[in-house]
C-alpha cells in the first residue's frame, strides 16, 4: 500500500500482509512489561494502546445504545406494543 506522506514513491511503501496485532492477552501484557521511569514508549505500545481504547469505547457505545433503547421501552404504556429495531454494523457484531 503506498504511503500517506509519499504515495508516488516506490520506496514508501508498506507491506499490509507483514502487519499483525496480537491477541488481548498478548498485547495486554506487552503493555504491562513498559516502565515509564525506564524509557518512553514505543510506536509500537503507542499503537497497542489506542487498540485497547478503540475497543473499549466501541463496547461503550452498545452498552449506551442498549440503555437507550431499555429507557424507550420503560418510557412505553404498560400492554401498548412496541418494535426496536436495532442495526449497528458489523463492527458490533463480536
Known amino acids: 500500500a503506498p504511503s500517506e506522506r509519499r504515495p508516488n514513491s516506490k520506496k514508501h511503501r508498506h507491506n499490509l500482509k507483514d502487519i499483525r496485532i496480537p491477541s488481548f492477552e498478548a498485547g495486554f501484557s506487552e503493555i504491562l512489561q513498559f516502565d515509564p521511569e525506564a524509557r518512553i514508549s514505543s510506536r509500537r505500545e503507542r ?46 457484531a463480536d
Do not use: N, T, W
Not at 478503540?54 to 404504556?77: G, H, N, S, T, Y
Open 47 to 92: 499503537v497497542l494502546a489506542k487498540i485497547f481504547v478503540d475497543v473499549f469505547q466501541l463496547c461503550i457505545v452498545d452498552l449506551a445504545a442498549v440503555l437507550k433503547m431499555a429507557e424507550v421501552v420503560l418510557q412505553r404504556p404498560v400492554g401498548s406494543q412496541l418494535v426496536v429495531v436495532h442495526y449497528a454494523g458489523g463492527d458490533h
